[in-house]
């Protein structure tokens, strides 16, 4: 039997990576046109129910992403990939409010737990590591696709079918990545130091760590803003006869712009140094979100214009933090520190949406301006403490 190698292997992944992520932000994407006004939620419920994927995420990844360096990552990737379906599938059988949509959404944050990183991990294992960064990119780039093909399909689906078909539909995506996963090389990993969840050896690795918690940073900020961009541009819409992009095509775009941002954020990391870089990056995106944040009642244009600059600097420094953090880590080690990787990231992550939605009601709630203000300022104070951990590490390796 012939199987995938070289760039056919980084293809097929990648084009699996997209399937696995048409779920991945339906509940976002719906939610303030469907969800809030059938519950009755308030922005913090919201932000906590949307949270609850990443909050999954977080509580299985480090099992399911360290087990990969114990047993072939393929194997992980398939069982995460069906879950993640699955999982979907159940929200839109069986959610009936706040707390049955949380526990359904970690489920499937609990399968794309043991797709994303064992993804990446099974990706890598088979690719030779002068191969390794560019390939990594692209990998963690296609994710931008995937997030905006979720955001575009589900408001799609949820408008003309009603809100259950969303999750319907897009459950079917992970079949993707599940005939990826059979059209793999088997591979056995090397034997692993340690226990299966001794992250002992990837918290001294203070290089690791360092990437590990701007990481955690970057996604406080990216989750954030994904998770309320559909009900800001809504916000906007409502106050702007002329919004000029409906809240669908805003989204989209914004997503689909991170595919170019991360690549040459990479590519400048690559130039100019990742410390550099990735620190520049994260201080203009702090910049820009309080731009926004006390603009949100100006004109659609400005707003417009802002938006699709941060949709441009928040992922500029993805793939330099991942491809950094993988070079940094130990090969034997490699599984943990992904799993290290997406904790903080995927925990943040959980939080920026919370957090941000705890930030609205505080001060004003969706239809104020001020409660927009609190948000976008929450997100650049949580961003900007990627470039602290990046001069930590240094400081201290």
Known sequence: MSYLTGRALVGAMCAG?????????????IMAAHLIPLWGLSAAQAGLMAGAYAFGYMLAVPVLAALTDRIDARLVLLFGSALSGLATAAFGLFAE???????????AGIGFA??????????????????????ITLYTSS????????????????????????????????????AACLAMAPFRPAP????????????RNRVAMGYVLGYGAHCFELYGMRTWIVAFWTYVAARNSDALLSPIAVSVIATV???PA??????????????????IVMMVSAAVALAIGFLAGASPGWLLALVLVYAITIPADSGALTSGMAA???????????????????GLSALGGWAGGLALDAFGGPASSSGWAALFTVFAAGVLLGPLALWWSRRYA
């Open 143 to 178: 994710f931008s696709i995937g997030v905006g093909l979720s955001f575009l399909v589900s408001q799609l689906v949820a408008a003309s079918y009603g809100w259950r078909a969303s999750f319907f539909v897009t459950a079917f995506g992970p079949l993707l990545m599940i």
């Open 97 to 107: 409010g706040l707390w049955s949509a949380a526990a359904l959404w970690a489920l």
């Open 328 to 346: 940094s880590a130990v090969p034997a080690n490699r599984g943990a520190t992904m799993a290290m990787h997406s904790t903080a990231g995927f």
């Open 192 to 203: 692993a130091q340690g226990h299966l969840l001794d992250f002992r050896p990837v918290l």
């Open 114 to 135: 043991g797709a994303y990183m064992p993804g990446l991990k099974a990706l890598t294992d088979r690719l030779p590591p002068q191969d390794s960064s560019r390939s």
């Open 262 to 279: 991360s690549i040459l954020g990479n590519e400048a990391a690559i130039r100019f140094g990742r410390h550099r870089a990735i620190t």
């Open 17 to 29: 990576q997209v399937g696995n992520l048409l779920p991945h932000v339906v509940v976002p994407a």
């Open 257 to 259: 712009l991170s595919l």
